[in-house]
């Protein structure tokens, strides 16, 4: 990851060079951000079903939950998610619904961006989800519309998430990125500030005829 703050305008080649700047600065450098109201943590799932009417009853998957990133520098990352697919979309990832929100500050408090949207695909395999949204709003220029994604792995410890713009440096409004896709969950969540829960998808495998 970057080790500079946000406030800089970081060029292409050393964005590739970290691997995962978490957000594109031009246009963002100088939007003040509050962190406390960018990031509000969302209703988790419901605990494991006890009975068998429950099990059949509960939703195909789902990735819920808040967390910020661990840094080695004073910058603030957070991650937001409450997506879910319904019983009755269990064979078709693309219903699914729900919210998704990222703020990238360079400190608490600080400066930085941040960007929220509605979530359009969620598959889940054990306790590793992937979801995909378009960002409804942000202070990133150019961004809004476009598609992002991200990969979370619930480990019960310490989570992990990744996102699909990890190798290129940032989002860029892209509205080609295919539903479901995004990176390996590389980074880690920050000790104490939260976690996600995900549901593992009830894969409707094909039956022999």
Do not use: Q
């Not at 480990?155 to 539903?179: C, H, I």
């Amino acid at each position: 990851m970057s080790r500079t703050t946000i406030h800089r305008v970081l060029d292409r080649r050393s964005a590739l060079a970290v691997g995962a700047a978490l957000l594109v600065t031009a246009g963002a450098a100088g939007a003040a951000v509050a962190s406390g109201d960018e990031a509000s943590r969302p209703t988790t799932s419901a605990a494991a079903p006890h009975t068998a009417d429950e099990a059949a009853e509960r939703e195909a998957a789902a990735l819920t939950g808040t967390a910020k990133m661990y840094r080695k520098t004073t910058e603030d990352v957070t991650f937001t998610f409450d997506a879910h697919l319904a019983a009755e979309n269990n064979g078709d990832p693309s219903k699914a619904t729900g919210t998704f929100r990222f703020v990238h500050l360079d400190k608490p408090g600080g400066k930085g961006g941040w960007a929220k949207g509605r979530i359009d695909c969620l598959m889940t395999g054990g306790k590793v989800a992937t979801a995909t949204g378009i960002i409804t709003a942000t202070n990133l220029k150019d961004v809004k519309g476009g598609r992002v994604g991200f990969t979370v792995h619930d480990t019960g410890g310490t989570d992990r998430v990744g996102y699909s713009w990890a190798a290129v440096g940032g989002p860029d409004g892209t509205k080609k990125l295919p539903k479901c896709t995004s990176s390996a969950p590389h980074e880690k969540v920050r000790k104490g500030t939260g976690d996600f829960d995900v549901t593992p998808w009830k894969v409707p495998y094909p039956k022999a005829p």
